[in-house]
């Protein structure tokens, strides 16, 4: 099983919404599992939003460490030939994130295009490359693609991949929040345009996964 881990100092990059809508995504294809580390359990809730839908779709799964160690529980689960694990995590980068960064393949940070949040993200991926974890970056929520670009300039100074394709801000994921779904499980246009933007981000973070 590989293992990514979506990490941000910042309150309100995305973490969750993104650790979410992945994981549909990939279950469309194979098995695909969420670990909510973030206290305000944001992603737990929609996973009990999503078990209430009439059928429950069988995936993503939801795994409950109830106390338990997250570096054991990844240990045990990488003995799977297949699927894929997303680890949610608190606005923060202090042990507990930072053992879930050890234990990934690869971080995600997410980051919103916007002043506040590109001064943030300097200080997560400083401690990051202080853990010697691959991280890549991805512009999230982005109200315009002149937005989006100038936040990929600004980030390009850092020694991280950046995704060449952002995530527009869209409703469509307040909605499927709410129904507890993904937005590549909702109808109409603005749906299918999200889902295919979150697709090609997901083709490229696993072309950077499997780079040596």
Known sequence: MQVYSLISQKGGAGKSTLARQLA??????????????????TTTKWWLRRNELAPAPERPGLLDLDGGSLTEAVRRLRRRPDGVLFLDTRPAVEE???????????????VRPSPDDLEAVGETLKILRRLDRRAVVVVNAAKNDSRATGARAALS??????CP???????VYLDASLEGRGVSEMRGVAAREAADELRQVWNWIREVRDEQ
């Open 24 to 41: 549909v995504l990939v279950s469309e294809v194979e098995p695909s599992l969420l670990i909510d580390r973030d206290p305000q359990q």
């Open 96 to 110: 507990p994130e930072a053992e879930a960064a050890r234990v990934a393949d690869l971080v995600i940070v997410p």
């Open 157 to 162: 100074r850092y020694p991280i991949p950046v």
């Open 165 to 171: 394709v952002h995530l527009a801000d869209r409703t």
